[in-house]
């Protein structure tokens, strides 16, 4: 960024990646998340904002449930089940709206976890550049 004369938005605190059983697909964001969290010494509750990708909507309410998150700081502007869910797309996409709604709320901190196929998730948690 600074080679290319650009100003950061946000920087990567941290990240953890995590599995599960396979057949509980698409809960790995919650080990993951509490893998992070431990790492961070932090409390989920301590986050901002998340975005947390929907593979389908009992495996997001799963997740949630799981990691007791509250609703209001989860996908603000909605989520893959509202305005899709391009295959291979969610960690880019997740990111950017993550960065666009920190700069507009004024969030300090957000974080992005997604499930990945066979029982695997990951999780990084940003931070506002100047907040």
Not at 21 to 48: C, Q
Not at 66 to 81: H, M, S, T
Not at 107 to 113: D, F
């Amino acid at each position: 960024a600074e080679q290319r004369g650009l100003t950061p938005r946000m920087r990567i605190r941290g990240w953890a990646v995590a599995g599960c059983g396979a057949e509980i697909m698409g809960f790995g964001p919650s080990p993951a998340t509490r893998r992070l969290m431990d790492r961070l010494n932090m409390d989920v509750h301590a986050i901002d904002l998340i975005e947390l990708n929907e593979a389908f909507a009992a495996q997001a309410l799963a997740v949630m449930n799981d990691l007791r998150l509250d609703p209001a700081r989860v996908n603000v502007n909605g989520g893959a089940i509202a305005l899709g869910h391009p295959v291979g797309a969610s960690g880019a996409i997740l990111p950017v709206k993550l960065m666009y709604e920190m700069a507009r709320s004024g969030a300090r901190t957000g974080l992005v976890t997604m499930c990945i196929g066979g029982g695997q998730g990951i999780s990084m948690l940003f931070e506002r550049e100047g907040a």
